[in-house]
Structures are given as C-alpha cells and as structure tokens.
C-alpha cells in the first residue's frame, strides 16, 4: 500500500496493467452487474439538469424507468448508484452502429453539449474507491468480463495509474497524480 495525502492506494494500481478493449468486451461493464454505477450527491443534481441534453441517445425503457425512479436509487450499502434496466444495464447506455455499448452522457461531453463527463466511478473504472472515516482506499477491482483489457495492457505495457491519469487527476488533482507518479517510478526501480 501506499499514502499520498488521505488515500491508501493499492500497488495494484502501478502493477497490473490495463487499457479497454472495447472491440471484444463491447462495453460489458455498462450492461453487467447487479448494481447501478456508485454516484455522489452532487453527482445525482448533475445528471439530473443534464437529462434534456442526452434524453433522444437513451433507450425507450431507459426513459421509462427514469420517468418511474429517477436516474438513481439508493442500493443495499445506502449509496446512490445509476438507475439499471431490467436488473443490469445502466439506464445512460445506448448502442454504437457497431453494437458497441456506451455512454449517452460520455457522448454528449465529447460532442461539447456538456462539461461533465460522466460519473467519477466510471471515469475510474477498473479503480474503486472506498471511503473510511479518516482516508479513501483506492483499489484495483478485478472483474473477468476485462480479461480483454487485461491482455490490451500488458501487451503494450500500460500501468492501471498510467491508463486512467485523466480521471486521476479529475478526482484527486495534478499534484497528488504527480506524487503518485514519483512513487511509482521509486517502487518500480526495485
């Protein structure tokens, strides 16, 4: 393990090696899972006020459970988490012209209607996070649905903390990804 500030990052983070595959795994982790994506209060507002912009990429159930619950619920550890159709699929997934899942609120960020990308726990995904009272574990989630992702990374070399710097930095800031690095590049040299 290691502390920068009050996070306890698993060395998994600069060990194994990851990078998405989404020609073979075709989104999965939106569709998989018995459990919505974990979201924040502030998070849940967001995606709220951002509905009408994404509204026409979601499915007619998407939209017809969102109409009946909202875009989240409150799951079994008492945390918000996206709403899920049919017990699975995250109510924001539509499917590419190549049957490739994805994200209608990723989509709608990356065509410049939105400032927010998406929820942090997907942003970070396969990095979960933890909170105790006086820090914030921050762990490698193994899930066999990212075998492919797993073979992507190490065939081309690619640490889970290198894959995912952007939402790195966009939960925990540039200085605290610059200090990860330094340890990394010390932990690595042994």
């Not at 995606?47 to 017809?64: G, R």
């Not at 799951?75 to 924001?92: K, L, Y």
């Amino acid at each position: 393990m290691l502390q920068i500030d009050e996070t306890i990052i698993s060395l998994d983070l600069l060990s194994e090696q990851f990078v998405c595959d989404l020609t073979i795994c075709r989104g999965a982790c939106c569709i998989e899972g018995d459990a919505g994506a974990p979201l924040d209060e502030a998070e849940v507002k967001i995606i709220n006020d951002l509905l009408p912009l994404i509204w026409d990429d979601l499915s007619d159930k998407s939209k017809a459970l969102i109409l009946q619950q909202g875009v989240s619920y409150i799951d079994d550890d008492n945390e918000p988490v996206t709403s899920i159709v049919d017990g699975a699929e995250c109510v924001f997934t539509f499917f590419d012209e190549n049957g490739i899942c994805k994200c209608a609120i990723e989509k709608a960020y990356r065509e410049g209607k939105i400032d927010f990308n998406k929820p942090i726990s997907c942003h970070l995904y396969p990095i979960r996070l933890q909170k105790f009272n006086s820090f914030t574990a921050v762990n490698y989630h193994r899930w066999s649905i990212c075998k492919s992702a797993c073979g992507l990374g190490k065939s081309l070399k690619v640490p889970v903390y290198i894959f995912l710097k952007e939402p790195l930095i966009r939960k925990f800031g540039e200085q605290w990804y610059q200090q990860l690095e330094i340890a990394a590049g010390e932990l690595l040299k042994r």
